[in-house]
């Protein structure tokens, strides 16, 4: 218990601190700064709500045990046990519940989130179920209060997505669809089996967190812009101005193509989120392999070559291989029900990284 309270004092400390930082005019000067200060104050006041609770408990527990010690009227002593006894089950809650706050939250989970689905093996019926993904995720978003933007889209032969590429804006919108990161398979009756053949296909599914201006600074003379003319499918023009954008990161070789919008700027502004994002990935991925390497269930890794989920449709069976969840509840499911199962995947990680925190 002291050992838990050294560090709630501490986290205290300098919660005090960077409220007396951030009223300082020179912070506020260096917005990059002020930023992440600002954030930091706003992510410890939920551990100092908690904090100040746990140590008006743990005052009542001692005066409660003081009565019981001190005092002679029965009655008073009798009331004195009946509220030791509630106050100690608030203890142990609120020791369970600050263990958890204090496991180091992943940085990125309260950033907006880019999301790329991308048709795999099996052809038609891959773009197909690529769209079943990108409506089961415009459902899940709808019922979250976010917004939905698509940045770009390649729609298939017969229906649903060779590729398509979205922004998604609210709170805490990366650390619940990054979950999502990873091949999802498919198993059903293609719409275009004639002989009612259950077939097996897959879309790849690629969750970023979304890198804003102070995460990535780029330099203007680093990026090589190409302007060209909207095409739609069969190559034909949609318009005859030059609205397409590509752009070119030259260090680092990454390229950007938008033709989304008519408006050239929007087209602009979109590639230019997307190379941020890119660039800001080649160093998150490096964090992502550092702590995949200490986890075994590790269910938000960057490994998307890793078959997370299965989607039987004969069964109406949906599997998440990652901590061997069935159910058999797919109509819903890909109607976007999916809660239960990123709160599952949620529960999985944090007991993971309960386990690597134990020494508070």
Not at 67 to 79: G, P
Not at 111 to 132: H, L, M, W
């Amino acid at each position: 218990m002291s050992s838990l309270l050294n560090k709630l004092e501490a986290i205290h400390s300098r919660w005090l601190e960077i409220g007396d930082l951030i009223s300082q005019p020179d912070i506020i000067a260096d917005m990059k700064r002020y930023v992440k200060l600002t954030k930091d104050y706003k992510d410890l006041q939920v551990v100092i709500d908690v904090y100040k609770d746990y140590k008006n408990v743990l005052s009542n527990i001692q005066n409660a045990k003081d009565i019981l010690n001190n005092e002679k009227d029965e009655e008073f002593r009798t009331m004195a046990k009946e509220e030791l006894t509630t106050l100690l089950e608030r203890s142990e809650q609120l020791e369970q519940d600050i263990r958890l706050l204090l496991i180091p939250a992943d940085p990125q989970d309260n950033k907006n989130a880019i999301v790329e689905i991308r048709a795999g093996t099996g052809g038609d019926e891959a773009s197909i179920f690529a769209g079943d993904l990108f409506r089961m995720y415009t459902h899940y978003c709808e019922s979250k209060n976010w917004k939905l933007d698509v940045v770009s889209a390649t729609e298939g032969t017969i229906g649903g997505f060779k590729e398509i590429v979205f922004n998604v804006i609210g709170d805490g919108v990366y650390g619940l669809l990054k979950y999502e990161s990873g091949v999802h398979r498919v198993q059903r009756v293609p719409q275009t089996e004639a002989q009612g053949r259950v077939h097996t296909s897959a879309a790849s599914v690629v969750v970023l967190p979304e890198a804003d201006e102070f995460d990535v600074v780029l330099n203007e003379k680093d990026i090589r812009k190409d302007t060209y003319c909207s095409s739609g499918p069969g190559g034909q023009s949609v318009n005859t101005t030059y609205s397409a954008i590509r752009l070119t990161h030259i260090p680092t070789g990454i390229v950007v193509a938008i033709q989304d919008e008519k408006s050239q700027i929007k087209n602009y502004e979109k590639a230019l989120k997307i190379l941020r994002t890119r660039i800001y990935e080649m160093e998150y991925q490096k964090y992502l392999d550092d702590i995949s390497s200490k986890r075994k269930t590790m269910v938000s890794t960057g490994d998307r070559s890793a078959k997370i989920r299965t989607y039987n449709y004969p069964q109406n069976r949906v599997t998440d291989h990652r901590i061997n969840l069935t159910m058999y509840n797919l109509t819903n499911f890909i109607n976007g029900d999916i809660q239960d199962t990123i709160e599952a995947l949620q529960v999985a990680e944090n007991a993971e990284r309960l386990k690597e925190s134990m020494d508070i």
